[in-house]
Structures are given as structure tokens and as C-alpha cells.
């Protein structure tokens, strides 16, 4: 059993308190955080890098994205549409959801094509396009190192990796879940330039399930090393935590010492 030291005052045990905090607070714990920071770093570095190399690729597939919409829309411009559309959902389907070239676009459905801004109201069969996205699991306290908080990984959202690259724990990408970019129509014919319309679209279609696929290696690749920099993470924040309880402990020892030296309360103790 132990026992305090008897022989100090009030006064003594906090201010001993405090020079004991102080001494750590001044010397082995900043060196540690500084070791910690430098370690977090080496792991941020190529998060950042790798992270870089997929928006890209994420921009690009949009871009395509965009493309097939304003393909579509040249396409079923007026009324009758400029080139034949389908009617069907099948039809929109076989184009835009195969199982080999991979979903392109989703909720495919018949309408009015006025309700999905045509000038016809003639039923027309449509998909909807979102963009595809990369989102990266994401703790807010160690990114924004919250010391004041007990819970470092409290609050998890999925954060957006395009304009924060390297951020996060692990990298999903998704399909079809970002903004809203457009409808898609599945050309069934007319003149002109119908047929090489139908055309582009398959082969956009076709690149965007090439760069999806090509996509796949470098998000394992990110989240192998973003799961090293996680850990790291969690060390530095620690620290720093530790950091921030002692300093809060000699603000309250301070703030007792003024009480207790206070002659109008009696002091000092």
C-alpha cells in the first residue's frame, strides 16, 4: 500500500504536481509527438500520391459520362426525336446495364419523354446517370487533430477523396451513387449520323468499364498503405492527447494553487 508524502501542504502537493507534469510536458512527450508526426508523414506521403492516381481516372470516367448524356440529348432532341429511341426498359438495358460492360446508368424506366426533358410526349425508355465516385472512410478527430475529445474515431463519415487526397482510412469506390448528370436513351435507329451516335456511345460505355476495372489495383494498393498511416494516426493523436490532459491538469492545479494561496480563504494551505 502506498502513501502519499504527509510532510507537504496543500500548496506543496500541487505545485510538486505541476513541476513533475511540467518536466514532461517540456521534454520526452514533445520529442515523441515529433517522432510520431515525422513516422505519419512517411505513411501520408504515398496515401497522397496513390490517392492522385485514382481521381484521375474517377474524372475521367464522368467526363465519359457526361459525353453519352450529351450524345443522348443531340439524339432525342425534338419531336418525333431526332434518332429512333427505344420504348422499352429491355432496350435501355441491353445498353446501359450488361453485366459485361458493367452499369452505366440505373433506374431504367418508361416515361413521357417530356418528364425527362424531351420535347416528345411519346413513351421513351431512360436510364438515369450519376457520376461514379471514390470516398474514403474517414475520422474527423484525427484528421483535424480534436485532442479535446475521448473518442478519436467517433464521428466517422465517408469523405469525398477528389480535393482531399491521402485523407481517410480505406478508399471505396462505387458506381452510380454521386450527382445526378443526366438521362440516357438507347438509339434504335434513324439517319445521319444516328448509327455513329449508337456507336460512340457503346464505345464510351465500353471505356468506362476498362478504366473501372484498371481503377480496382490502385484503391487495394491505397487502403494497404492507408491502413499503416490509420495506426500511425491513432499513435500521434494519442500523444497528444496525453499532452492535452496534463496541460488541463496544471491549468486546474493553477487555478486550486490561487484558492489555496488566498489569504481571504484562509491561505495559504
Known amino acids: 500500500?502506498?502513501?502519499?508524502?504527509?510532510?507537504?501542504?496543500?500548496?506543496?502537493?500541487?505545485?510538486?504536481?505541476?513541476?513533475?507534469?511540467?518536466?514532461?510536458?517540456?521534454?520526452?512527450?514533445?520529442?515523441?509527438?515529433?517522432?510520431?508526426?515525422?513516422?505519419?508523414?512517411?505513411?501520408?506521403?504515398?496515401?497522397?500520391?496513390?490517392?492522385?492516381?485514382?481521381?484521375?481516372?474517377?474524372?475521367?470516367?464522368?467526363?465519359?459520362?457526361?459525353?453519352?448524356?450529351?450524345?443522348?440529348?443531340?439524339?432525342?432532341?425534338?419531336?418525333?426525336?431526332?434518332?429512333?429511341?427505344?420504348?422499352?426498359?429491355?432496350?435501355?438495358?441491353?445498353?446501359?446495364?450488361?453485366?459485361?460492360?458493367?452499369?452505366?446508368?440505373?433506374?431504367?424506366?418508361?416515361?413521357?419523354?417530356?418528364?425527362?426533358?424531351?420535347?416528345?410526349?411519346?413513351?421513351?425508355?431512360?436510364?438515369?446517370?450519376?457520376?461514379?465516385?471514390?470516398?474514403?472512410l474517414t475520422y474527423p478527430n484525427l484528421e483535424t487533430g480534436n485532442y479535446s475529445t475521448n473518442n478519436p474515431i467517433e464521428n466517422e463519415y465517408n469523405a469525398n477523396v477528389i480535393g482531399n487526397a491521402g485523407i481517410g482510412r480505406q478508399n471505396t469506390f462505387t458506381y452510380n451513387n454521386g450527382s445526378f448528370i443526366g438521362y440516357a436513351f438507347a438509339i434504335t435507329g434513324g439517319g445521319g449520323p444516328c448509327a455513329g451516335y449508337a456507336s460512340s456511345i457503346t464505345n464510351l460505355i465500353l471505356e468506362i468499364a476498362a478504366l473501372r476495372v484498371g481503377i480496382v489495383s490502385y484503391v487495394n494498393a491505397v487502403n494497404t498503405v492507408k491502413g499503416y498511416k490509420y495506426s500511425q494516426q491513432l499513435d500521434y493523436w494519442s500523444l497528444n492527447k496525453v499532452v492535452n490532459n496534463l496541460n488541463a491538469t496544471i491549468g486546474s492545479n493553477n487555478s486550486a494553487l490561487q484558492i489555496l494561496n488566498n489569504p481571504a480563504y484562509g491561505g495559504p494551505y
Open 1 to 136: 500500500m502506498a502513501f502519499g508524502n504527509t510532510s507537504l501542504t496543500a500548496v506543496g502537493i500541487l505545485t510538486t504536481q505541476n513541476e513533475a507534469l511540467g518536466i514532461a510536458t517540456a521534454s520526452p512527450l514533445p520529442q515523441a509527438i515529433n517522432e510520431s508526426y515525422n513516422n505519419l508523414q512517411k505513411w501520408v506521403t504515398p496515401s497522397q500520391y496513390i490517392d492522385n492516381q485514382i481521381i484521375p481516372i474517377v474524372n475521367v470516367i464522368n467526363a465519359k459520362k457526361q459525353e453519352i448524356v450529351n450524345i443522348c440529348s443531340i439524339a432525342s432532341t425534338g419531336s418525333p426525336t431526332f434518332c429512333s429511341i427505344s420504348t422499352t426498359t429491355a432496350g435501355v438495358t441491353a445498353v446501359y446495364a450488361s453485366v459485361a460492360n458493367g452499369t452505366v446508368a440505373v433506374g431504367i424506366a418508361t416515361t413521357s419523354g417530356t418528364n425527362v426533358g424531351l420535347a416528345t410526349s411519346a413513351v421513351v425508355g431512360y436510364g438515369t446517370v450519376y457520376a461514379d465516385t471514390i470516398v474514403s
